[in-house]
C-alpha cells in the first residue's frame, strides 16, 4: 500500500487488525514504534496509523537507501554485516528526526526493524519528550506463513533479496542480539499487538473504492426449488433442441454447462436464441416465492457507505432486479446494476469484468468482485486483474474466502 488513503478508509483495516479499543488507545500517542521482522507489514500499518491519526511517518528504510545510502544494495545476504554498520548511522540520524518532529509539537510513528538495542536510543530519545503514557510500541509477531504469502507474487530476484534480509534478521534474533521488546521491561510503556495477523486484505484492502456484486448465489443462497424452477424448463428446451431423452438431456446439459460456465452459453451452443428464452422464463418467475427480505445483507452493504457498489449479473436487466428486490435490497444502494446480456461479452470471459471497470471509470486494482463460483466469478476477474473474494466456500485463486457474504463488512473493519 503505497499511496495515503482516506481517514475513513485506514481506520475501518485498522479497527480490523487491531481491537476497536486499541485502535483509540493508538489515537492518543505522540510517539509510536513498529517493530518486528521484514516483511511483517510495519510499513502498512505505520502508513495506516498517518492517513488515520496523522502521525509523521519516520522510516529507517527510507534514510538508509533512499538518503545516506542511496543505492545501496542492502538486501545481500553477502553485504549484512555492512549493512548492520550503516544501520548505526541510520538510527542516529532517525533519532535526531524524531527529537526534531516531537519538540515542534508533531506526533510521530516510527517505521524501522527496532530489534536490536539500537532501538533504545530511540525509545530514550521519546521518553525524553513525552509521558511515558502517551508512546506506544507496536509489536508485530507476523507468522513466517503469512509473510510468505505477502511475497507471492513479487519478482523472483526481489523475494530472494526479501529472503535474504528476513533470514539474517532470525538468525541475528537467534544469536541474542536482537529481540522483541516485553511489557517487563517497560512497565510504563503502551505494548499493542494485533489481535489479527491474517487478515486477509491486509494492505490491497486500503486501495479498493468499489465492490462489484454478482447476485446469483452471491447476495443470496440458492435454494432447490428455486434451481429447479429455473433449470427444468432449460434442459427441456435444451433436450428439444438436440433430440435427447429427458435422461440423457439433463446428463448433455450439465456436461455443456460444466465446460461453459454459463446457461446462456450452453443453450446457445445448440442453437436457441437463449438470451431471449431467459428473459422470458424469468418474466413468468414469482421470485419473492423463493427468496427472503435479507435484512442482515442490506445491512452489509449499508455497513460499506464509504465504498460505490454496483452490481455485474450474468442475466437480464428485468431478471436481476426482480431477485433484488426478492432480497429487499434497495436499488438505491447500487450505483450501476450492469448485466452482461447488455456488454460484448459474457461471464466468465475476463472481458466482461474488463468492460464493467470502465464503466465505472476506475482501475481493476481498485475493484473488488464478490462472486460464488471459482469458474465464473473468481478466475475471470482475477485474470481481468480485479481483487476477488469468494462467498460461501473457499477458492485458491481469490485474494480472500468467507464463509458467509456477511463477512465482507469485516474485511474492511466493520461490525454487523
Same mark, same amino acid.
Given at each position: 500500500?503505497?499511496?495515503?488513503?482516506? $481517514?475513513?478508509?485506514?481506520?475501518?483495516?485498522?479497527?480490523?487488525?487491531? @481491537? *476497536?479499543?486499541?485502535?483509540?488507545?493508538?489515537?492518543?500517542?505522540?510517539?509510536?514504534?513498529?517493530?518486528?521482522?521484514?516483511?511483517?507489514?510495519?510499513?502498512?500499518?505505520?502508513?495506516?496509523?498517518?492517513?488515520?491519526?496523522?502521525?509523521?511517518?519516520?522510516?529507517?528504510? $527510507?534514510?538508509?537507501?533512499?538518503?545516506?545510502?542511496?543505492?545501496?544494495?542492502?538486501?545481500? *545476504? @553477502?553485504?549484512?554485516?555492512k549493512v548492520m554498520i550503516s544501520r548505526y548511522m541510520v538510527y542516529e540520524e532517525l533519532s535526531k528526526r524524531v527529537?526534531?518532529?516531537?519538540?515542534?509539537?508533531?506526533? +510521530?510513528?516510527?517505521?524501522?526493524?527496532?530489534?536490536?538495542?539500537?532501538?533504545?536510543?530511540? /525509545?530514550?530519545?521519546?521518553?525524553?519528550?513525552?509521558? $511515558?503514557?502517551? +508512546?506506544?510500541?507496536?509489536?508485530?509477531?507476523?507468522?513466517?506463513?503469512?509473510?510468505?504469502?505477502?511475497?507471492?507474487?513479487? #519478482?523472483?530476484?526481489?523475494?530472494? $533479496?526479501?529472503? #535474504?534480509?528476513? @533470514?539474517?534478521?532470525?538468525?541475528?534474533?537467534?544469536?541474542?542480539?536482537?529481540?522483541?521488546?516485553?511489557?517487563?521491561?517497560?512497565?510504563?510503556?503502551?505494548?499493542?499487538?494485533?489481535?489479527?495477523?491474517?487478515?486477509?486484505?491486509?494492505?490491497?484492502? *486500503?486501495?479498493?473504492?468499489?465492490? /462489484?456484486?454478482?447476485?446469483?448465489?452471491?447476495?443470496?443462497?440458492?435454494?432447490?426449488?428455486?434451481?429447479?424452477?429455473?433449470?427444468?424448463?432449460?434442459?427441456?428446451?435444451?433436450?428439444?433442441?438436440?433430440?435427447?431423452?429427458?435422461?440423457?438431456?439433463?446428463?448433455?446439459?450439465?456436461?455443456?454447462?460444466?465446460?461453459? #460456465?454459463?446457461?446462456?452459453?450452453?443453450?446457445?451452443?445448440?442453437?436457441?436464441?437463449?438470451?431471449?428464452?431467459?428473459?422470458?422464463?424469468?418474466?413468468?418467475?414469482?421470485?419473492?416465492?423463493?427468496?427472503?427480505?435479507?435484512?442482515?445483507?442490506?445491512?452489509?452493504?449499508?455497513? /460499506?457507505?464509504?465504498?460505490?457498489?454496483?452490481?455485474?449479473?450474468?442475466?437480464?436487466?428485468?431478471?436481476?432486479?426482480?431477485?433484488?428486490?426478492?432480497?429487499?435490497?434497495?436499488?438505491?444502494?447500487?450505483?450501476?446494476?450492469?448485466?452482461?446480456?447488455?456488454?460484448?461479452?459474457?461471464?466468465?470471459?475476463?472481458?466482461?469484468?474488463?468492460?464493467?471497470?470502465?464503466?465505472?471509470?476506475?482501475?481493476?486494482?481498485?475493484?473488488?468482485?464478490?462472486?460464488?463460483?471459482?469458474?465464473?466469478?473468481?478466475?475471470?476477474?482475477?485474470?481481468?486483474?480485479?481483487?476477488?473474494?469468494?462467498?460461501?466456500?473457499?477458492?485458491?485463486?481469490?485474494? +480472500?474466502?468467507?464463509?458467509? +457474504?456477511?463477512?465482507?463488512?469485516?474485511?474492511?473493519?466493520?461490525?454487523?
Amino acid at each position: 500500500m503505497k499511496n495515503h488513503v482516506s $481517514q475513513e478508509i485506514a481506520l475501518s483495516v485498522l479497527k480490523a487488525i487491531f @481491537s *476497536a479499543r486499541d485502535v483509540i488507545r493508538l489515537s492518543k500517542m505522540r510517539g509510536i514504534i513498529m517493530c518486528g521482522y521484514p516483511g511483517c507489514g510495519k510499513s502498512t500499518i505505520a502508513r495506516l496509523l498517518g492517513d488515520a491519526f496523522k502521525f509523521e511517518r519516520l522510516s529507517t528504510d $527510507q534514510i538508509r537507501m533512499n538518503e545516506l545510502f542511496k543505492g545501496q544494495e542492502h538486501r545481500k *545476504a @553477502s553485504e549484512h554485516e555492512k549493512v548492520m554498520i550503516s544501520r548505526y548511522m541510520v538510527y542516529e540520524e532517525l533519532s535526531k528526526r524524531v527529537n526534531k518532529k516531537l519538540n515542534g509539537n508533531h506526533r +510521530v510513528v516510527v517505521d524501522g526493524t527496532n530489534l536490536e538495542p539500537k532501538r533504545w536510543s530511540i /525509545l530514550g530519545g521519546i521518553l525524553t519528550k513525552v509521558s $511515558q503514557n502517551r +508512546v506506544a510500541i507496536v509489536v508485530l509477531k507476523t507468522p513466517e506463513w503469512i509473510i510468505k504469502k505477502r511475497f507471492m507474487n513479487v #519478482s523472483k530476484e526481489r523475494h530472494n $533479496q526479501w529472503w #535474504s534480509v528476513y @533470514s539474517y534478521w532470525k538468525k541475528y534474533a537467534k544469536e541474542g542480539r536482537a529481540k522483541f521488546p516485553t511489557q517487563k521491561e517497560l512497565p510504563k510503556v503502551k505494548i499493542f499487538k494485533p489481535k489479527r495477523y491474517a487478515i486477509k486484505t491486509f494492505e490491497w484492502v *486500503a486501495d479498493i473504492k468499489a465492490i /462489484l456484486w454478482d447476485v446469483d448465489g452471491t447476495l443470496y443462497k440458492d435454494t432447490r426449488e428455486l434451481r429447479e424452477t429455473f433449470d427444468k424448463p432449460c434442459i427441456k428446451a435444451f433436450g428439444k433442441a438436440k433430440k435427447l431423452s429427458d435422461k440423457k438431456a439433463e446428463k448433455e446439459f450439465w456436461k455443456t454447462y460444466g465446460k461453459l #460456465s454459463s446457461k446462456t452459453k450452453t443453450l446457445e451452443s445448440v442453437g436457441i436464441e437463449a438470451k431471449q428464452f431467459i428473459k422470458d422464463l424469468a418474466a413468468e418467475i414469482e421470485f419473492h416465492k423463493f427468496l427472503r427480505n435479507d435484512k442482515k445483507m442490506i445491512k452489509t452493504i449499508k455497513s /460499506l457507505k464509504h465504498l460505490k457498489h454496483f452490481v455485474l449479473s450474468n442475466a437480464g436487466r428485468k431478471e436481476t432486479i426482480k431477485k433484488l428486490r426478492a432480497i429487499g435490497i434497495p436499488l438505491k444502494l447500487f450505483e450501476d446494476i450492469m448485466v452482461t446480456y447488455e456488454f460484448p461479452y459474457m461471464k466468465p470471459d475476463p472481458r466482461s469484468f474488463s468492460t464493467a471497470v470502465r464503466k465505472m471509470k476506475l482501475k481493476p486494482s481498485q475493484v473488488l468482485t464478490i462472486g460464488d463460483r471459482e469458474k465464473t466469478d473468481i478466475i475471470p476477474a482475477e485474470k481481468a486483474d480485479l481483487r476477488t473474494c469468494m462467498v460461501w466456500g473457499k477458492c485458491q485463486y481469490a485474494d +480472500v474466502s468467507l464463509k458467509t +457474504v456477511y463477512e465482507v463488512a469485516e474485511l474492511f473493519g466493520k461490525e454487523i
